[in-house]
């Protein structure tokens, strides 16, 4: 069965233009297998660079330092968004917060514009009711953490600890204790902080501490913690043994080929899904349009074939991009490749 383009859109204008925002999909609630978009509310987790082809004096003015002093956040292109999903069938939506709240244990972490408490819920009690699960993620990889300001420097220090609990604690209580809660912790490696003017990346003994921590604090707010599972990349055999079976994986990879035996050192990248599959952890495997506009299928394509369907609790899908005007075509075509895949299944 296919699902073009066209029918997508006329789906989700329909959707838009009735005022029906309940998903069109899912044979199973979320809660026993998630159809999921990664959406950034808040973006000071990395420097910005222009898609290619775009020119930054026609849209959103890009910034070359981390951080930016306001929120950059486009609403109506976001109830757009939120809107298609629903027609497309996901059931699951992981907002990734940095500083689009000022969160009542350190509002100095806001910058000018960052929605209040009763603001976000708000808009979380206007995703549930359209029947999305909605997901809390902050990213505490030290690669992805500017958003976190003076603390961003402090990291593994007493005063760091106590200000990601804070947060964690905040984020729970807002989001009404969420079943899950995705804490980033992807690429904290020197190469990928090369340009950064200030890089740290925690290793060996000190890694496993604090994500042991991170996966701590989290479950005792009683959410299950979530993470980027790129660390078992080069990190196989400890990752496998000493990562607690209670966290969620993703590992992520956005290419086109997937035989390993074709990949050469990228093979990591899909191997990493069976290794993942066979030592018995729970998965979410992730895609994306990022690259490749059959990336997404073929992650479903490939987990299908090759993991225990029991532990894949479903798929995510992580276009990057930013909830602007500017990004919303090549979010729009995300939400598209999300739906085709939902209704294949069907």
Known sequence: MTFTRRDFM???????????????????PAKDFAWSY???????????VPLEGQDPSKGEKWLTRCCADHVRFDEESWRRLSAALAAAGCNQIVIDLAEIVVYPSHPELAVKGSWSVDRLRAELARLRGMGFEVIP?????????????????????????????DLIKDAVAIFDRPRLFHLGYDEETANHQRQHLFAVCRQGELWWHDFLWFA????????????????????????????????LQSNWYYGAQFDPAKMGDRSAYVEAYEWLDKAGFDQVPTGSNWSCDTNFADTVRFCDAHCDKDRIKGYLMAPWTRTFAIHEAKSMEAISQLAAVVKERQ
């Open 216 to 247: 701590k604090v989290t479950e005792k707010t009683g959410s299950r913690p979530w993470i980027w599972s790129d660390y078992v990349w080069h990190h196989k055999d400890e990752f496998l043994q000493r990562m607690p079976k209670s966290v």
């Open 38 to 48: 990664l959406a950034h509310f808040g973006v000071n987790s990395w420097k910005d």
């Open 10 to 28: 006329a789906t989700a204008l329909g959707a838009l233009a009735s005022g029906v925002c309940r998903p069109a999909a899912a044979k199973t």
């Open 137 to 165: 993620k902050m990213n505490f990889s030290a690669c992805h953490d500017t958003w976190l300001k003076d603390y961003h420097r402090m990291v593994s220090t007493k005063k760091y600890y106590q200000v990601c609990e």
